[in-house]
């Protein structure tokens, strides 16, 4: 068989039934093999980021998932550059399939040829262009080896046309997986790591990705429970366990944080870290007010992360799962032995707080606050809502005032953050999981970056909802533009000709959308957001496709975060909850 061919066997082998891209002259052998070879559903983007990111998307939904995304030689492979950095970022297994122009030429700037690989290095694990076709089959099994091993992570191939088209001997009926290498904890490990939390009065744990990563929510909740340790979920970790769960302490860091979440981690004397990476909006660049007196023990699977960011008292490389069982089997043993401590006193005081300290939400005012958004996004969607989001102002107030009950519920670009991420990634996770409900959230400016994907979900009948809050500003920038003292190139208004009901709001999402084939409404007023949600609800199902409730906001709303990167120092700029009807959907009602 061809080369191609074989590339395909091994897909289908390998568990891939899905796949995103854009077919091209230099990969057009590779989509005969994919088309001759059936078993994988192909879903074709608009642009070619677009299908990496929709290849994160559906990694992202369901444990196991690797998304593949394919495209054609030169700019197809450059434009997938940003989906791999994101990959890469947050630790997610993506294949990425590119064409090359012949073998013969590559060197003599041929159309459209690049050295892909050689960019693709540093946001990958591994990327390699296959000179040789019979090695086309071993690199394909390396890379679902790498991609699956240690810190997961995302892979680009690149097969120059002729190499595609060669014939090779394969049987893919013998050709197995290789194992996957994933380090463990030793019990030695986790005795030692689990004195700390013995040692401590106010124990609490950090769950980052790794822990979603690993299918570890379980083990996690079981861990917590049985040591009554409060959980601080980071932003990747969020849904390890819920937010209405007993033992959840809040979110902790100088942009997607709680009140009673940053306050909970001030009032820890230890921190048990798993799967997480310390990363700057989690824990300020102020390190000293992070760290404080506290003890940190750091679990990871990748031994290059332990000290990374600061030196903990102790680290243990291994796999969250791996590590969470013998958490679990050694805590029941101290348990048995009467040895674990009470801990209720301290679960009380954060719960605490966690019903004193709240934003408000709750607001009436017209043009809308974005709170009250969140507030009634949280009556209209329920505990099986996927929610799928990027970054900006949205992004961070939706992580402050949202709620979420299960794992891989909140689906979200964290280290890179590229704007236009959503649109692609809420199909790639609708795509991966078509029985829940996913629900995207975007501000104006993200949503115009990668609009034209829309027009993919209507033709794939790939329905969801996209709550856009439009406030015609890049407003994480201009806040972040505050402390310079300038308010420069961050205002989007203009009074658009064709469409003067919008008044200076400019783009017509609404007719946009449309014209892409989509659904979509206009809510002006807060009190007709509800019944705007529910109506999107019905239309998505009615019509198998994407429904935009566009909310016009306010053009200015300062969202709660740090000015100074310090978690013991959060602005907040709007009212704070004083009463219960101020903060209605909150996790707790407001204790006064």
Request: with cysteine.
């Amino acid at each position: 068989m061809t080369a191609a061919r074989a590339a395909v066997e091994i897909l289908k082998r390998e568990g891939v039934t899905d796949a995103f891209g854009v077919p091209g002259a230099a990969i057009n052998p590779f989509y005969k093999a994919l088309k001759e070879g059936g078993g994988i559903q192909h879903t074709l983007a608009r642009h070619v980021e677009g299908a990496s990111h929709m290849a994160e998307g559906y990694t992202r939904t369901q444990p196991g998932n690797i998304g593949v995304c394919i495209g054609t030689s030169g700019p197809a492979g450059t434009d997938m550059i940003t989906g791999l950095y994101s990959a890469i970022g947050d630790s997610i297994p993506i294949l990425c399939i590119t064409g090359q122009a012949p073998t013969s030429v590559i060197h003599k700037e041929d159309f459209q040829a690049v050295d892909i690989a050689s960019i693709a290095k540093p946001v990958t694990k591994m990327a390699v262009t296959v000179l040789e076709a019979a090695q086309v089959p071993g690199v394909f099994q390396q890379a679902f080896h790498l991609m699956r091993s240690g810190r997961p992570g995302p892979v680009l191939i690149d097969l120059p046309i002729d190499v595609q088209q060669t014939e090779i001997e394969f049987d893919p009926d013998t050709y197995e997986p290789l194992p996957v290498y994933k380090p463990a904890a030793t019990r030695a490990q986790i005795e030692k790591a689990l004195s700390f939390l013995l040692a401590a009065e106010r124990p609490v744990i950090v769950a980052g990705g790794g822990v979603l990563g690993a299918d570890a929510a379980d083990l996690l909740v079981e861990f917590a429970e049985l040591t009554q340790t409060p959980v601080v979920p980071t932003l990747m970790g969020w849904g390890a366990l819920p937010d209405d769960h007993e033992l959840n302490a809040g979110m902790v860091g100088v942009q997607t944080s709680h009140r009673y979440g940053n306050a909970n981690f001030l009032e820890s004397d230890a921190v048990l870290g798993i799967g997480n990476r310390w990363a700057n909006r989690h824990t300020g660049y102020k390190l000293d007010v992070y760290r404080g007196e506290r003890k940190f023990v750091h679990v990871d699977i990748e031994p290059t992360q332990i000290g990374k960011i600061f030196p903990p008292d102790y680290g243990v490389v291994s796999d969250a799962k791996a590590a969470l069982e013998l958490f679990i089997e050694v805590a029941k043993e101290l348990k048995a032995a009467g040895r674990l401590p009470d801990r209720s006193a301290w679960v009380a005081s954060t719960q605490e707080r966690k019903a004193t300290l709240l934003r408000r939400t709750h607001f009436d005012d017209v043009p809308m606050k974005p709170q009250r958004v969140y507030e009634e996004m949280n009556k209209a969607f329920g505990p099986d809502t996927r929610y799928v989001t990027t970054i900006g102002l949205s992004q961070i107030a939706g992580a402050q005032m949202l709620h979420v009950y299960k794992p891989r519920h909140w689906i979200n670009c964290g280290q890179a953050g590229p704007l236009g991420w959503t649109i692609p990634a809420a199909i790639g996770v609708a795509k991966a999981d078509p029985d829940s409900p996913v629900v995207a959230l975007s501000g104006d400016y993200d949503f115009q970056f990668l609009i034209e994907e829309l027009a993919v979900a209507a033709q794939h009948r790939i329905p969801y909802v996209h709550v856009l809050v439009n406030n015609a500003y890049l407003g994480l920038i201009r806040q972040a533009q505050i402390g310079l003292d300038i308010n420069f190139q961050v205002n989007l208004e203009f009074e658009n000709i064709n469409a003067p009901e919008l008044g200076v709001y400019g783009v017509d999402h609404v007719k946009v959308a449309e014209g892409l084939g989509c659904k979509a409404i206009r809510v002006t007023e807060p009190d007709q957001l509800g019944a705007a949600f529910e109506q999107a609800k019905k239309l998505a199902a009615e019509y198998r496709v994407p429904v935009v409730v566009e909310a016009i906001l306010e053009r200015i709303t300062n969202i709660s975060m740090s000015r100074t990167m310090d978690i013991s120092d959060i602005s907040e700029f709007e009212d704070l909850a004083t009463e219960p009807g101020h903060a209605p959907t909150s996790i707790k009602p407001l204790k006064v």
